[in-house]
């Protein structure tokens, strides 16, 4: 009996270890056969840059719709989601060309739409559109606004493709680069400083320190103003209580490398970091 009890005490310590993962843990696809639409075909696929070309005017005023009545499909990578907390009910996706968010009314995405993991996403009757210049796939939000699909929609418009899954690779970010090419795609600022690092200054704070707009805090770097980027950071990001880089030694902020989804609010740049590991201290 004794034998019987310390197995089961073993194999439970087993499982419980098992399901204790963290960021950093290797994430196996979901199972095509839980989620999605499988009867998704492979033809009719257009780049995202080819897709954005046949509505453009919908980016180009503060916020419009368009219903996509044509037989089109977009495959691509997911470079963000909603694992900790900085990206709500939303994600976003990369193909070689260019990135869009793909906006649905769900919590919890990350348990099966994985960083690296390719979906196609079947467009005909979901709509696209412009949140503050900002390139969506959704619903329409307020008229003619862009918002969220319910996630039963979203479900029937996506298949995974069955590849492994392959992180996209940020590109260098540029300031000057342009917005209309390269928003919603994963990148890097190298050697930068937060301005408000100072040893005690977090990324988000709920204690009315730093202002708060729409449930986030927006954070400067050094030498760049704010009305041109931006560190944007949801009160809660599970790292939102995390302080700013700062090298208390030499009472200084860190330099780091920031990598993040870089969005757009109009004519600035919003960095969403996605996770603690975004940031790479460098000094």
Not at 30 to 51: F, K, R
Not at 130 to 137: A, D, N, V, W
Not at 179 to 196: G, M, R
Request: aromatic letters at 8%.
């Amino acid at each position: 009996m004794k034998a019987i009890k310390y197995f089961a005490i073993a194999t439970f310590c087993l499982l419980a270890a098992a399901c204790e993962k963290t960021e950093w843990d290797v994430i196996t696809p979901a199972p095509s056969e839980l989620y999605g639409n499988n009867s998704i075909t492979n033809d009719n696929i257009v780049t995202i840059a080819q897709l954005k070309q046949m509505y453009p005017n919908v980016f180009a005023s503060t916020d419009e719709n368009a219903l996509v009545d044509r037989d089109v499909k977009i495959k691509a990578r997911v470079t963000g989601n909603d694992l900790r907390g900085n990206i709500y009910k939303q994600f976003m996706v990369q193909d070689e060309t260019g990135a869009i968010i793909i906006a649905v009314n769900e919590s919890g995405i990350s348990g099966y739409m994985a960083e690296g993991q390719e979906i196609i996403i079947d467009l005909k009757g979901l709509y696209i559109g412009g949140y503050r210049k900002q390139p969506e796939i959704g619903a329409p939000y307020n008229g003619s606004s862009i918002g969220r699909m319910q996630k039963d929609v979203f479900q029937k418009h996506f298949k995974f493709t069955g590849s492994a899954l392959q992180p996209v690779q940020p590109i260098d970010f540029d300031i000057n680069m342009d917005k209309d090419e390269h928003c919603a795609k994963l990148v890097t600022l190298k050697n930068v400083t937060f301005a408000d690092a100072n040893g005690t200054n977090t990324y988000a704070p709920g204690d009315n320190s730093a202002p708060v707009v729409g449930g986030c805090v927006n954070r400067a770097l050094t030498g760049i103003s704010s009305s041109k980027l931006v560190i944007r950071t949801s009160t809660y990001a599970k790292f939102a209580a995390n302080k700013l880089p700062y090298d208390e030694v030499n009472k200084k902020p860190h330099v780091v490398n920031i990598t993040g989804i870089a969005t757009r609010y109009n004519d600035t740049w919003q960095i969403l970091i996605r996770k603690e590991s975004d940031i790479e201290i460098v000094n």
